[in-house]
């Protein structure tokens, strides 16, 4: 079992909702980078989505673009963002690591190696954000090295395709909660509620809901019908400027705990 | 090879040209993608919506565009008759309109009330705008803040015509990043928008539909050659930012193998500077706005930020299946520096009495190199993709002129 899938299992049997926090690599600080990722864990977080920068983010909103901009001018690329995951397993040998980004870099690396790397590294799973499964056959090398390859599903895909993603899922299928880009902010739960139902009903790996989540009260809301839930510009919107470890680990835990509550009680 | 590959048959279902193209977009933009390439191959067959486009291009657009000797240029040049595909003299003034008036009749037929658009010079964004006024629709054009501060003419042209026009600060603040924004809204509002995207980039079917509504240029030129000259030229050239005039005047001869084509991209200050936009020439296979194709980027795989006299060339990919024609052997891509394509220019308007888009004119001066290598019974047909009246304030600005 992967640890993703290790990870899911514990939530299950503890029915608990899962917490995913999204950060991009390299934000605020490349030098606290690895005490985030350990403040994310202490604070509540069940996996973490460690975005890569890309220039061209096509399926983000202003906060995300920003942080990969800071990122990219302070001259983070795949390489240090490997170098990040490899220093945070060194005390962590159990939270999941999802990879979140576009494909350009990955290719540009070359797929055998960024594979290989990634292991190496201690990377879980990728989620290439503009690779959807028709395009999936480059990916090949990442799976045969044992990287799980997470999918997207969102409101517009059609039945005969959501079909097909609930079957090919692995680690956990990540659905959109509406159709608009990251950091957009009207989640309906009512409309996605069913929806996500009928996915979980279906789906080879747990669902977790992205997009419209930014505090306490819309990941409960969400708490209530979806195996984890992923928080992702609210989160980077909130550590955007922070420069030193502590400060960083103040205001992830003032962020999350909340959270982490919310989802706890439900 | 060009013995073996029947062009046509590409793009594949997937819109691949062989190992480039296919649709690299998010989950979200994959249902409607798939609605579009079926509206789109369904019309592409249909007789109505056939002659509903060669009524407006003729009638509106101003088709056919004429194929002109520029016997004073060859002259100057001193080797090969070098012909000119007019297609500055279509309506807006560039081979632009070609696509918009296609896709807009696509939007219609599929229900769309508004329409959105990338541009990088304006032309595109120009075209767009007419076109969506004359169908009644709503228009917003995303353009560069850098873009627009260099093509101003263009950007009023587009509020006169009724469109919004929104600056786009993200990034280098140039085509890519209108793009990337565009993209974004048309996930937010896939419901009631068409994306007008303006060359043969993006993700599947963009690439085939925009080369098949400017492949009327190379079918007309095709048997403009034929009738006029009874025989085809020699070489062709045109010039290549995403590459939409280009493959529509090389279309219909690519599978004449005795025909040279050459692609003219921009190669800025030089490309040994770093400063240029020539994908082909200078970059690598990658993936950028939803295909796989040649990129320019670093070793982290960050998109370039490149450089250009001319905002429609300033651009870091190019439509995937240039790439294809690139590695196949088909064509060849050269670059050409602004101080040719100024060179160029000039040499133009004052041998022809043509005023050039400084995109064009990059194609002018890589026509010129050619026919200068050939004999004089030679042809060398060039597609002058636009006219330079949106680029007099560019050009006066770097002469050091006030007008
Ligand atoms: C006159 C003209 N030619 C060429 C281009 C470049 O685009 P493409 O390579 O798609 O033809 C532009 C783009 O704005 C243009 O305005």
Redesign the interface.
Known sequence: MSRIDVRFAALKATHRTGLIPFVTAGDPSPQHMVALMHALVDAGADLIELGVPFSDPMADGPVIQHASERAIAKGVGLNEVLGWVAAFRQRDAETPIVLMGYLNPVEIHGYARFAQEAVQAGVDGVLLVDCPLEESAVLRPLRDAGLQQILLAAPTTAPARMAQLCGSAEGFLYYVSFAGITGAAHLSTGDIAARVADIRSRAKAPVAVGFGIRDAASAKAIAGFADAVVIGSALVERLAGATDAEEITVRVQAFLAPIRAALDAH | MSKIVDFNAFPDA?GRFGNYG???????????L?ELTEAYLRLRDDPEFIAELDRDLKHYVGRPSPIYHAERLSQHVGGARILFKREDLNHTGAHKINNTVGQALVAKRMGKPRIIAETGAGQHGVASATVAARLGLKCVVYMGAVDIERQKINVYRMKLLGAEVVPVT??SKTL??AL?EA??DW??N??DTFYIIGTVAGPHPYPLMVRDFNAIVGREARAQMLEQYGRLPDVLTACVGGGSNAIGLFHAFLNDADVRIVGAEAAGEGIATGHHAASLAAG???????N?TY?L?D?????NETHSISAGLDYPGVGPEHAFLKDVGRADYVGVTDDEAMEAFHLLARTEGILAALESSHAVAQAIKLAREMPKDGIVLCNLSGRGDKDVHTIAAREGVEV
Not at chain 2, 22 to 32: I, K, R
Not at chain 2, 284 to 290: A, D, E, K, T
């Open positions: 997937y296919g649709s690299y977009v998010a989950e979200t933009l994959m249902a409607p798939a993200s990034g890519k990043d990337n993209m974004r996930v937010t896939v419901a690598r296979p990658g993936v950028l706005h939803g796989r990129v980027c070793d982290n795989g960050q998109i």
